[in-house]
């Protein structure tokens, strides 16, 4: 099953066609072996996720949408959208080391028995779902526990988000953009908008209401063990667009689920020359976005406070637990 869709690969919303077995590469460079960039416990998520003992998070390398302001430029870097490269491109091109579904599991299972992670925390799998559902599965026949959170950009398909039905506990996509000629500005899809609402109607349906409990050894904290928590990464000079997606997002799940409003851009060398990307957010650029998601209703949200927009707060691709 696998096989056949990676021979002409169509998981993602790029539908590139790539013919992954073969060495071909798509949009978002990965091979036909998941390539993990770090696997390790990650304290930088919503307090729901991370809790006090931290989140399991396995960073996968590649990406299917490439934001130009991408701060994991380094294990992302998307290829031209149309483009699909040549036979011979090594996996040594992407950071991280190859994983066979077996040692992906096992990586799931160390997280959770030797780290103590609340969840495993899967980032930017969408190009890998087939392996990752099979390896899900196979730590769940082996002892896997902790819930899993599918961690997104949020372009997605209907279709592979049901190969993880019932595998996934909890949906963390972002809603980035509304507008389709922001989107293809910054990603290249002018179609995010409509596949990013598609997909959010799929995780709804999947996981309902949230559900949330204790953290192991820290039981006044509580952590999310079941829903959708949507985030929306506040752009610089972009207060309107982020606004929208609130109302959006407001008026059509109300409290079925969480809202995560995030100021920590970090300008990369890549949007240096941009006018409004190459700037952080303001102080009252955030305030304007949080008052307004305050002023319309929604109660079920999560706010950032402080300093946030640091590269420190970056890790490392090193490979850091992959083995
Ligand atoms: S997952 Fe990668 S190869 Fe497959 S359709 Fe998307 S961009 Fe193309």
């Known amino acids: 099953m696998t096989e056949e869709l990676m021979n002409n690969c ?115 799998a969408t190009h890998y779902v087939p392996q990752t559902a099979e390896a899900i599965r196979l730590a769940k026949e082996n002892g896997l526990r902790i819930p899993v959170v599918y961690n997104t950009s949020g372009y ?26 922001l989107a293809q500005k910054c990603s290249r899809a002018s179609d995010y908008p409509d596949r990013a609402e598609e997909a959010l109607r799929e995780m709804v349906r999947q996981r309902g209401e949230p559900v949330f409990g204790p953290e192991p050894g820290n039981e006044e904290n509580r952590l999310i063990l079941s829903g959708v928590i949507v985030r929306n990464l506040l752009l610089p000079g972009h207060v309107e667009e982020s606004k929208k997606i609130v109302r959006y997002l407001h008026e059509t799940y109300g409290n079925r689920i969480y809202i995560s409003l995030m100021n920590q851009y970090t300008p990369m060398e890549a949007v240096r020359d941009d006018p409004l990307l190459s700037r952080k957010v303001t102080k009252r650029e955030y305030e304007r976005l949080v008052t307004y998601a305050l002023e319309i209703g929604v109660e079920n949200g999560f706010i950032q406070e402080g300093e946030t927009a640091e590269e420190s707060f970056i890790p490392a691709w090193n490979g850091e637990g992959v083995r």
């Open 156 to 181: 997605e398909k209907v279709s592979s988000l049901r190969m993880l039905e019932g595998l996934v506990d909890v949906y963390l996509p972002d809603f980035k953009y509304i507008t389709p000629s």
């Open 10 to 124: 169509r998981i993602c919303p790029r539908e590139c066609g790539a013919d992954r077995l073969s060495g071909n590469r798509g949009v978002c460079r990965a091979p036909a072996e998941v390539m993990v960039a770090r696997a390790a416990l990650h304290a930088w998520e919503e307090p729901v996720i991370s809790g006090k003992n931290g989140s399991g998070a396995v960073f996968f390398s590649g990406c299917s949408l490439g934001c130009i302001y991408c701060q994991n430029y380094e294990i992302s870097a998307a290829a031209e959208p149309g483009r699909t490269q040549r036979a011979g491109m090594q996996s040594a091109e992407l950071p991280g080391k190859a994983v066979s579904v077996r040692q992906l599991a096992d990586i799931f299972l160390r997280l959770q028995d030797t780290e103590k992670a609340n969840n495993i925390n899967l980032v930017t």
